[in-house]
Nanobody, 116 residues
Framework: QVQLVESGGGLVQTGGSLRLSCTAS????????MAWFRQPPGKDRGFVAS????????YYADSVKGRFTISRDIAKNTVYLQMNNLKVEDAAVYYC?????????WGQGTQVTVSS
């Protein structure tokens, strides 16, 4: 079975940093585009960042450009989201997403809390 396991969430003050990890199993990791989404309390799930498997290109939501970095470690089957200069509006449950040609999968989510 395919499984995406996330870790690294927690409590941080505004201006601080966190690194989220998502480790995949049960799929050929380098054949899937990996992405991060987030869902603030009371709001819809929205796109944060993606790492395209074909060429390694990355894309970011405007709200996180310059602050967040997505990266992939093929050997560890892991995608990361480095989050710097965190803001209160970044607080959300963050979800890992794997997108293949004909299928996609979601992680369980990890909570990021930002306090001022």
């Amino acid at each position: 079975q395919v499984q995406l396991v996330e870790s690294g969430g927690g409590l941080v003050q505004t201006g601080g940093s966190l690194r989220l990890s998502c480790t995949a199993s049960g799929l050929t990791f380098n054949q899937y585009t990996m992405a991060w989404f987030r869902q603030p309390p009371g709001k819809d799930r929205g796109f944060v960042a993606s790492h395209i498997h074909k060429d390694g290109s990355t894309y970011y939501a405007d709200s996180v450009k310059g602050r967040f970095t997505i990266s992939r470690d093929i050997a560890k089957n892991t995608v990361y989201l480095q989050m710097n200069n965190l803001k209160v509006e970044d607080a959300a449950v963050y979800y890992c997403n794997a997108v293949g040609t004909y299928d996609q999968y979601w992680g369980q989510g990890t909570q990021v809390t930002v306090s001022s």
